[in-house]
């Protein structure tokens, strides 16, 4: 069973610029997340969806950060006029579902704004 | 703000020794524990789940946990070079939509020196 996928695993893009990072979830897992991860903050939850409706995205930046997914097989988040300090490591997991399960996560998405 | 604080920051034991990790929840809402590792270049991977008071014990990996004081604790027994690491804990909810979202703890660096 293939595990959470991310893509692409590395990115350089310039200020300004929209950076849009892709995930792919374990098939059956009804929740997905986002998280960023930084040496400085450390993990921190962006948002998530369950059945692919947005359930909470308490931690999103709200200007110009933005999450969506289309269909049960993919999720994307998108950062619009990006920062040098949007640089981070961007984690997407899934879970089954439910209070109490596991989240899986992926390998990651490094961002790194110029 | 919900936060876990994790202690220590890096921790460095010889092979064969014993590695410990503390967390300490700020809200008592928090009901699910879980040990994240994390391995550099990939993303975190779950160890184990703690969900009520006591010790649970899986191989060589043991946790703790004790709700009134809000403190959950991790050892690891007979450590391994392999097992040098990023250490998280992380809590979520018990309610409503946001149920299963994780909390994450700033993370301790596990050196194991051969």
């Known amino acids: 069973n293939a595990g959470v996928i991310q893509t692409p695993r590395h990115k350089v893009t310039g200020k300004g610029q929209e950076a849009t990072l892709w995930c792919e979830p374990i098939s059956g897992h009804s929740a997905v997340f986002w998280y960023r991860q930084t040496i400085v903050q450390g993990l921190e939850f962006l948002t998530y969806f369950r059945n692919q409706a947005p359930i909470d995205d308490s931690g999103m930046p709200k200007e110009r950060f933005s999450a969506q997914m289309p269909n049960q097989s993919h999720s994307t988040l998108k950062i619009q006029s990006t920062q040098p300090q949007d640089s981070a490591v961007y984690l997407c997991?899934?879970?089954?579902?439910?209070?109490?399960?596991?989240?899986?996560f992926g390998e990651g998405s490094r961002l790194i704004v110029v | 703000q919900q936060k876990v604080q994790q202690s220590p920051e890096s921790l460095s034991v010889p092979e064969g020794g014993m590695a410990s990790f503390n967390c300490t929840s700020s809200d008592r809402n928090f009901q699910y524990f879980w040990w994240y590792r994390q391995h550099s270049g990939e993303g975190p991977k779950a160890l184990m789940?703690?969900?009520?008071?006591g010790d649970k014990k899986e191989g060589r990996f043991t946790a703790h946990l004790n709700k009134a004081s809000l403190h959950v604790s991790l050892h690891i027994r007979d450590s391994q070079p392999s097992d040098s690491a990023l250490y998280f804990c992380?809590?979520?909810?018990?309610?409503?939509?946001?149920?299963?979202?994780?909390?994450f703890g700033t993370g301790t660096l596990l050196s194991v020196k051969p």
């Open positions: 997991a899934s879970s089954p579902g439910g209070t109490g399960n596991t989240l899986y």
């Open positions: 992380a809590a979520s909810f018990n309610y409503g939509g946001s149920g299963n979202k994780l909390i």
């Open positions: 789940s703690i969900f009520s008071d």
